[in-house]
């Protein structure tokens, strides 16, 4: 089946520390992917998709079809950072298969 | 409205009886979608709906799980015969575009506690 692993439950760093949330996919064709983010008793919040190639609050997410990756990164993280981190892919939709978000990626930034 | 609403925020009920969440899109989002999230777990796919056309309900559990959006705006997902393993927070998001290719908006969520 398609899907997407997120294969770390739980990220904690520094402040000013460099992060990266990884998220490998499964997919024969070209996904769209996002990243969402939830802060504390927050609902979900769009952060960025690949396609549009921006660079929200400090993030950039890279789509890699070699190493089938979308990781989310950020150079310097900030405790406001915070949050789970939820990697979409979109594009599986019109496989016909689950749309299931990864299981999600718990960033803590300390300080 | 401004934002995906969701009622009501917290639903407590006993087990058996049927329970219908609301969710409320942006107006003109052609596209919703219901989730489920569990404690400590992603969000969990049930069904979503282009217009008031239900696209795919494969992520519904069971039977006791329905959803419907008749006139292609407000949706309701409704629970028959509740049990306490539909304890969950249930999430609505709505896309302005049908492949949801602008990425979702969601809802501030249902927590559903059966007990």
């Known amino acids: 089946a398609q899907r997407v692993t997120q294969p770390e439950k739980l990220l904690s760093v520094f402040k000013g520390a460099p992060v990266e949330l990884k998220c490998n996919y499964s997919?024969?064709?070209?996904?769209?992917l996002f990243w969402y983010v939830q802060y504390s008793r927050q609902r979900l919040q769009l952060l960025l998709r690949h396609i549009s190639r921006e660079s929200i609050k400090g993030f950039t997410a890279d789509l890699n079809k070699g190493e089938t990756s979308f990781h989310l990164k950020k150079p310097f993280a900030q405790e406001e950072d915070s949050a789970m981190y939820y990697c979409d892919p979109k594009g599986f939709r019109s496989s016909g298969d689950k749309l299931t978000f990864g299981t999600g990626t718990r960033l803590a930034v300390r300080p | 409205g401004a934002g995906v609403s969701q009622s009501p925020r917290y639903k407590v009920t006993k087990r058996g009886q049927d329970v219908a969440l609301r969710c409320d899109p942006i107006s003109g989002h052609v596209s919703l979608y219901w989730y489920r999230q569990a404690l400590g777990q992603g969000p969990e796919f049930l069904t979503y709906f282009n217009y008031e056309a239900q696209q795919d309900k494969s992520g519904l559990p069971n039977d006791r799980f329905s959803a419907e959006r008749p006139e292609g705006s407000i949706s309701t997902l409704t629970i028959q015969r509740t049990e306490q393993r539909d304890s969950a927070m249930y999430r609505c998001?709505?896309?302005?575009?049908?492949?949801?290719?602008?990425?979702?908006?969601f809802g501030s969520g249902t927590r559903l506690t059966v007990v």
């Open positions: 998001a709505s896309s302005l575009e049908e492949t949801g290719g602008d990425g979702y908006t």
């Open positions: 997919y024969s064709g070209s996904p769209e």
